[in-house]
């Protein structure tokens, strides 16, 4: 519980964090995923990525996935298609997790689903202008990506904020939770970045309702990709619409203004309740 709206958002920044065992868990994990996959591939290197490797992950760790990139040697891009590759790390990766919960193939990725998180697993290759080739086994095509550049970036950006973009970050994404995972978290990391560019963050209150506030127009367009490669990203999950979208952000907008406003008169409780409707639970409570 807090007191003032500082430390209730103080709070909230905490609640979104995994925890320090959790985080082990994770690294000890991720790192005997890689080190099952270069057992049986030639693996030129592997790495992190996602919201894992751009410290954007949210609590509860369950519902979170680590995405853990492996480069394979050239030979295999001769001898795999994009289905044939994700069907071999599969393979590869029940031999050493047979009783795993589930392990898939997913689209660009083998999903291996643990008890307590899940892990993505997407094979690729250098590129030779830069970057690298992923498999879609749907589309049944290699695709262009490059995630080093979009941690390169948000990390960058939140260096220029001292440190608080990241957090703001995660606070949209725990309001995206509360809501059903309306929005896909990717854009909504990159959404929070761009409106925040050449903008002071005062306090996270006010950055959060400045999001909410600009996020109305915004969430009506996809952004595109950081990397270059000419591909956008979709903001729309759950929610079916753009109307509904916009709907989204203009409810939680109006009562962070509501928030707000109690916070100017002195009604500090009502104005926690306001946060709470956008955050949830993992807004404290007041006291």
Known sequence: ??????????????????????????SIRQTNVRAAVEQRLTVLTSFLSGSYRRSTMIAPLKSSDVDVFVILDPEYF????????LDKVRTVL???????????????AVTIIFTDFTVDVVPGFHRKDGGYLIPDSIGG???????????S???????????????????????????ND????????????????????????SGVRFIFDKGRERIRYKIADPAGFGGSINPL????????????FSTAYDRAIKAEAFESNGRIEAAFGEW??????YFPAYG
């Open 94 to 108: 029940l031999e050493t997790y047979p009783n795993t919960p589930k392990i898939s193939r997913n689209g660009q």
């Open 237 to 248: 999950n759950t929610v079916g619409t753009v109307e509904d979208a916009v709907s989204r």
């Open 1 to 26: 519980m807090a007191k003032t709206i500082i430390a209730g958002f103080e709070q909230l920044r905490a609640n979104l964090e995994i925890t320090g065992l959790q985080a082990s868990t994770v």
């Open 182 to 205: 309306a929005f896909v978290g990717f854009y909504l990391e990159l959404m929070t970045q761009d409106i925040l560019n050449r903008v002071t963050i005062s306090n996270f209150s």
């Open 141 to 151: 095509v290699w695709l262009s990506t490059d995630p080093t550049v979009h941690d």
């Open 78 to 85: 001769k001898t795999f298609t994009p289905a044939g590759l």
């Open 153 to 179: 970036k948000l990390s960058e950006a939140n260096g220029l904020h001292e440190g608080d973009l990241v957090p703001l970050v995660k606070m949209v994404k725990g309001w995206n939770k509360i809501i």
């Open 276 to 281: 709470k409707k956008i955050f949830g639970d």
